[in-house]
């Protein structure tokens, strides 16, 4: 049965008998809008800790938004998500106000995203990832995970993670789950709900370009760029925020890579007035290009 925290001591009250039996806790954090994406995760979760207590989080955190972005508007679906963790087997639901997370205010001590925060979603979103590691370090300290389980689909917030757990010595095994997705290639997520039905069609570009890019990329990572962009001109509805191809780390790659290097591509653009981002990973090399070949 499924359990539902409020607030900070009903949190540590339910999970009071494993910490005492030392048995592992798994954690998802969400802002809430439940789908099969964050279902996954929770089951990922689940084969991490076995029978320990897996605990999902609900909370729609305004710290990260900025202006003029989606916070009022953001799907708030409470007894749907709590449907779904049941459904899942989820222990806990920690579903805090604003006030259980941020009991002084907006707080006067905050996470230092650093130089990956300003790039790719960052530049677009200043302060977006200073409020997601903010939060994300809070909760954290209340839930007191042993593995907590992210999606890849937010990759540049999963390598942030990643780091401020290594920087700041967090003791918390971060797992990156694959994106999960329709069956035309869109990934899932609680914005979606946002587009109409043409535009719905017009976002599925949006996987066919990051396609585009890892069917090129045995060939280098510029021409998997190139094949993007290419794809990209054949769609139209799509207003580009940024299309890139970088290492594992969102660092840019040399010029030769050795066969077999990791990589990723990552790209975010509105359909309609719905921002949408996603990426998937690569296998770069350094393979001759069709003009290269000899005959």
Known sequence: MTALARTRAELADLLGDARAADRRVGFVPTMGALHEGHASLVRVARERVGAGPVVVSVFVNPLQFGPGEDLDRYPRTLDAD????????????????????????????????????????????PGHFRGVLTVVAKLFGLVRPDVAVFGQKDYQQLVLVRRMVLDLNMGVEVVGAETVREADGLALSSRNRYLDAEQRQQATALYQVLRAAQDA???????????????????????????????????????????????????????????????????????????EETP
């Open 82 to 125: 709590l449907a779904v963790c049941a459904q899942e087997g989820v222990d806990v639901v920690f579903a805090p106000g604003v006030e259980e997370v941020y009991p002084g205010g907006e707080p006067q001590v905050m996470v230092r995203p650093g130089p990956l925060a300003k790039v790719l979603e960052g530049r677009t979103r």
């Open 217 to 291: 990329a045995g060939y280098g990572a510029e021409v998997a760029l190139g094949a993007a962009r290419a794809e990209l001109r054949a769609h139209h509805g799509i207003d580009l925020d940024y299309l890139v191809v970088t290492d594992t780390d969102l660092g840019e790659l040399p010029d030769d890579v050795p066969p077999g290097t990791p990589g990723r591509a990552l790209v975010a653009a509105r359909v309609g007035a719905t921002r949408l981002i996603d990426n998937v990973p690569l296998v770069l090399g350094r393979q001759p290009g069709p003009q």
